[in-house]
């Protein structure tokens, strides 16, 4: 569960495809979120101060056309009184810093709270329109002259309180960065989620593509008939691959299989000559004898190998038939025991657990066991012994071939129970190996539902594992 909720690489299709479209997504809601917070503050506040700029401008009109019934002073008075309201403030002051005339607002106790009254009637008599903080108040303020014949007679202020919408505008904006944030991040999830169900079909595809083998070329076929049409072609092309490659594989082991029988019959031929000549000419010279014990020997190895190919060949393609009797382990070790340790002093016998009955084939599981005490003898020196163990774990008999020999490195370990690959080429090449012994072992094993693995130190030796189901019943 858990490794399904493990992130995605950031070289993967997966998380490039959730970051671009997630990004999309993020600039569409972002601008559109910005769009409105900027429509936001020209209905409530730009609107505001449009406002008072107009009041400004009409303020010298309405000035002029009382001045026909009074005095410029009055005349301003009474404007103000006319355009003052109780969240608007109006004062105008002489050029000599003077207040000429203002309205009621300022005398108002929500102005002359914490001073505002006082920091207004402060400001520099200088033209500007803008939107002022002044504690937790927002002001719009317009400041500009009032002029009769190109001569200013005074400066007027003009300060509307916009804190309510100031308040809604700062409220409506931190809701709108919480939808819009959240939004995102719903959409994140949603989009991830989607992205990995649509590349799910391609994650199918490579876990099955992994579990492909050698052995499995032929059988494994991949069905995706809900995936879409991409990756069922995609599906379709690896199973025509995998067709071409079974063919191959097989005429390939077929072709192995042939070579090794074909070139044993005429082999054997010129191992008898070369036997026959060594045992009944008695005029060769000793270069000349040499001569043919080498190759009497090259043959003897060379025909190994063959049959060891042709086991291997037979075991792959599935030709290679053995019983299923009833043994008991035991009789088969010691037999073993016997046929690889001709002298009898180097191999040990450890049995613990008799009778242990499995169902194998006998030839084949005693040179299982030969060929495993034969590569302990190899490499091991002739002074020390190799031990075997046969005993019973829950339903398993398992048998133990233990030498102490130099150690099989731990890179190596994975790859010995393949054909031909050796440690050190030059050592089984004195010892006579041909590489094949371990791929035969496993081979003939799995055909008895067997196992096999090792264990191994440089140094301190090897222990190779033969674990077989214990026969039930007779």
């Known amino acids: 569960m858990l490794k399904n909720l ?53 303020f010298n009109d309405d000035v ?24 608007t403030a109006i004062w105008v002051k002489a050029p000599s810093g003077e207040l000429m005339a203002q309205s009621e607002t300022l005398s108002m106790g929500s102005w002359q709270a914490a001073g505002l009254t006082e920091y207004l009637r402060s400001l520099p008599a200088q033209s500007s329109l803008e939107t002022l903080m002044v504690g937790d108040r927002a002001l719009a303020i317009c400041i500009g002259p009032i002029n009769r014949q190109g001569e200013s ?42 992205v990995r169900q649509s590349l799910q079909p391609i994650k199918s595809l490579s876990q099955e593509m992994t579990g492909v083998t050698a052995d499995s070329l032929n059988a494994k076929r991949l069905a995706l008939d809900k995936a879409p049409t991409e990756v069922r072609e995609l599906a379709q092309a690896l199973d025509h691959t995998l067709e071409h490659l079974s063919q191959s594989w097989k005429q390939q082991r077929r072709l192995v299989g042939d070579v090794s029988h074909e070139l044993r019959t005429p082999l ?30 090259e ?64 030839s084949a599981l005693r040179q299982v066991l030969v060929n495993l005490m034969d590569n302990a ?4 020196t002739p ?31 994975a790859e010995i129970f393949e054909p031909f690959y050796r440690v050190d080429v030059d050592r089984s090449r004195a010892t006579g190996g041909t590489g094949l012994g371990l791929a035969i072992v496993k081979a003939l094993l799995a055909r008895m539902r067997g196992t096999v693995t090792v264990q191994s130190n440089p140094g301190t030796g090897s222990t190779f594992t033969v674990h077989l189901p214990i026969c039930q019943g007779v």
């Open 377 to 380: 003898l190899n490499y091991s």
């Open 268 to 297: 054997t031929l010129v191992q008898g000559y070369l036997q026959s000549t060594l045992r009944r000419c008695q005029t060769l010279t000793e270069p000349q004898r040499d001569g043919l014990e080498t190759a009497a020997a």
């Open 6 to 58: 493990r992130p995605p690489s950031l070289n993967s299709i997966q998380f490039r495809l959730t970051a671009g479209v997630v990004l999309a997504a993020a600039l569409s809601i972002g601008g559109m979120a910005g769009w409105l917070n900027w429509r936001l503050r020209q209905i409530l506040l730009s609107g505001h101060e449009e406002a008072v700029a107009t009041l400004s401008q009409r």
């Open 383 to 413: 002074d020390v012994g190799v031990t075997v163990r046969l005993f019973r774990q829950e339903q398993t008999a398992v048998v133990q071939v233990c030498d102490r020999g130099r150690g099989i490195p731990l890179a190596d370990q």
């Open 64 to 87: 002029i056309l009382y001045e026909e019934m009074m005095t410029t002073t009055e005349a301003v008075q009474k404007v103000i009184d006319r355009r003052a309201m109780g969240d």
């Open 299 to 362: 043959t003897d190895r060379t025909i190994q190998i063959l049959n060891d190919l042709l086991v291997l060949a037979r075991a792959s393609m599935g030709h290679l038939h053995l019983s299923g009797e009833r043994l008991d382990l035991k009789g088969i070790v010691l037999n073993a025991v016997t046929m690889a340790d001709a002298t009898g002093n180097r191999i040990e016998a450890e049995i613990t657990d008799s009778p242990l009955w499995v169902r194998a084939d006998a």
């Open 153 to 194: 007679i005074g400066t007027l202020f003009i300060v509307e309180d916009i804190t309510q919408n100031h308040r809604t505008y700062l409220a409506m904006s931190r809701s709108l960065v919480i939808i819009s944030g959240s939004m995102i991040l719903l959409l994140a999830g949603l989009i991830a989620l989607y």
